[in-house]
Structures are given as structure tokens and as C-alpha cells.
């Protein structure tokens, strides 16, 4: 279940999205305190690192975010410079893509292989050719986390 949040702006403006993911039944895609957080911008960490639970999981876009910005102690910092590696493979806008390849690597969630098969069966035809920038994308967010261990 998933719940996304637009600002009046989309691109550049504020967002947010919550994702519940459980094989049972969902009742609410609300969470009060959440297992893990991605947060892309200054804004957003002011507004979103308290909703994070104890011990849960905080990624920061290094490229934009300064560990030492963070207030929580309470939980595992993940820095990753989402914006730096989504320029390296070719096309800054994929930084929400490098984001979900370091999240699916170091939470296991979702298998990367489940990922790289929805591309097909979600995307319309016309942004296939889209496919290969994104996937390059996921596995440098992927390597990003292997790297810290």
C-alpha cells in the first residue's frame, strides 16, 4: 500500500510518499514511526528524520545532507550521495532510483531481481528505452551500500 503526497510544485517541490509493505492485509498506509526513512533534501530531513523509529533506518542524500545535520542518535545513518552517483551513471534525475537500489540492498525487503522485472511489466512501451539508465541506477545505489561493509 502506498500513499504519495504532492506539493503544488511536483518536480523540484516537496513530496512525500509512505509505503507500507506486509503479507498480510493493510488497514492504513499512515504510519506513525516508520522502519526506515529515505530523505532527499534539507527540507525534507527537518521534516521527516522524527518519524523514524528506534534502531530504524535513516538514508540521507549525501550530496545535499551533512551527517552531522542529523538530531537522531537513536538510529542507523545510512549518508549516500544519491544526486553524486545518479550524475555518475548519466542522468541526475535518477537519484530517487539509486535511493531505492541502497534501500532494497540494505533492507532485503524486495528482492533486486523483483525490481529489475517490474520495469517491463509497469512501464508503458514508449519509456523502455528508459529501462537500462534505471536499472544502471539501482545496482550503483546497490554497490553504494555493499561498499560500506
Request: hydrophobic fraction near 40%; aromatic fraction near 6%; include cysteine.
Amino acid at each position: 500500500s502506498y500513499l504519495p503526497i504532492y506539493g503544488v510544485e511536483m518536480r523540484g517541490g516537496s513530496a512525500d510518499c509512505t509505503v507500507v509493505m506486509s503479507s498480510q492485509e493493510i488497514g492504513s498506509p499512515l504510519v506513525e514511526r516508520a522502519d526506515a526513512v529515505i530523505v532527499m533534501n534539507p527540507d525534507s530531513l527537518s521534516k521527516y528524520e522524527k518519524r523514524v523509529r528506534k534502531d530504524g533506518l535513516l538514508f540521507i542524500n549525501a550530496s545535499l545532507i551533512k551527517p552531522e545535520e542529523t538530531s537522531r542518535q537513536d538510529v542507523t545513518l545510512l549518508p549516500v550521495p544519491f544526486n553524486d552517483i545518479a550524475l555518475e551513471t548519466g542522468n541526475a534525475r535518477l537519484a530517487n532510483m539509486v535511493a531505492l537500489g541502497a534501500f532494497t540492498e540494505k533492507t532485503r525487503l524486495v528482492q533486486m531481481t523483483s525490481l529489475l522485472n517490474a520495469f517491463e511489466n509497469v512501464l508503458d512501451k514508449r519509456y523502455h528505452s528508459l529501462i537500462p539508465a534505471n536499472i544502471k541506477a539501482l545496482e550503483q545505489g546497490a554497490e553504494f551500500i555493499r561498499s560500506l561493509s
